[in-house]
């Protein structure tokens, strides 16, 4: 299992590598991650451009504490290598991911790793610092996962995208993330989220949910962002602002659901020390607490802590 650091990113916002004003906009914007993008929000003559925009945004800096990260063309495209040489070579040290699109099977993930490495060897950077962000895209990708998710140190994240995966498969439909018409018997898109979550928690990553594109929807993205966040997904991409806050506090937990991990943490604790009789269970309020309880309790504490949540109440132990 990894041992590299979670990075929160209940937020990730796409932004056109092509498009310097957007790139700007982004700095100012509350979401945890921005990804710079040379693939499908760049079209194939303004690829050339666009790296050079995202190499000066990178060198520029003004990002903040948000996760910079670049993805790259995938490897069936003439332009992969180049992005990520130029990229790395011209702003390696300002640069935390790389994500590759439309990944197929390890192997792709284990050129990748070593085309970073040489860079990073080649230009005093630190080896193996630079993260990888996997996208799930078609039915080849998730069939692979569990080999993907282990093909490289460097991953960080599993990237759901709805819409290449869509058509991967042949879906009747053109509306990204909703459900087909005619699919009346469940969530057409469970088997998918669940695989790629699975793959992720087994071996230590991020699992996150890709775009809603109906951006003036916010009612359908609630929906659909919901849908990923109580399956246990850590966050979602957004294409627009307006998306921001949404996604944010769908992906964190609930003040009152925050409140009470930290206080079954508290009370845990207190009850299986001396003091609070060492117990291996024990009752908060009308609700036996164990070591189970305190694994879950640590999951939504830690997403509250990670959005930075302030407790409401804390728990005191009896007198």
């Known amino acids: 299992m990894t041992t590299r650091p979670i990075r929160p990113r209940r937020s990730t916002l796409a932004v056109p590598g092509s498009n310097p004003k957007m790139i700007d906009k982004a700095r100012g914007l509350h979401v945890d991650a921005v990804f710079l993008d040379l693939e499908d929000a760049c079209a194939p003559a303004a690829k ?43 702003a390696g040290a300002q640069l935390d991911c790389i994500m590759l699109p439309k990944v197929q099977d390890a192997a792709q993930v284990h050129a990748l790793d070593m085309l970073l490495t040489q860079i990073e060897k080649s230009h005093g950077l630190e080896v193996g610092r630079i993260g990888i962000e996997v996208q799930i895209e078609t039915a080849s990708g998730l069939i692979a996962l569990d080999a993907i998710a282990q093909a490289s ?82 966050g979602k991409w957004v294409l627009h602002p307006t998306q921001v806050d949404l996604i944010n506090e769908t992906f964190s937990p609930s003040q009152d659901d925050y409140d009470h991990a930290e206080n079954i943490l508290d009370a845990y604790a207190w009850c299986t020390s001396e003091a609070g009789g060492s117990r291996g269970a024990a009752m908060l309020g009308d609700e036996m607490i164990d070591e189970a309880s305190r694994k879950m309790a640590l999951v939504i504490a830690g997403k509250g802590r990670a959005a930075g949540m302030k407790r409401a109440t804390v728990w005191q132990p009896p007198e």
């Open 48 to 90: 050339a451009a666009g790296r050079k925009n995202i190499i000066e945004a990178l060198r520029e800096g003004g990002f903040g504490e948000k996760i910079r990260t670049v993805r790259v063309n995938d490897w069936t495209t003439p332009w992969t290598y180049r992005d990520v040489i130029d990229v790395v070579e011209g």
């Open 153 to 234: 140190p460097r991953i960080e994240t599993l990237i759901f995208g709805p819409a290449d995966f869509m058509a991967s498969i042949q879906m009747k439909s053109l509306t990204v993330g909703e459900q087909p018409p005619g699919y009346d018997v469940g969530d057409a898109y469970h088997h998918i989220l669940m695989s790629i979550l699975m793959a992720a928690r087994a071996h230590g990553k991020q699992a996150i949910d890709g775009p809603y594109l109906a951006i003036k929807d916010l009612d359908g993205l609630g929906r659909v962002a919901g849908r990923a966040a109580a399956l246990g997904f850590d």
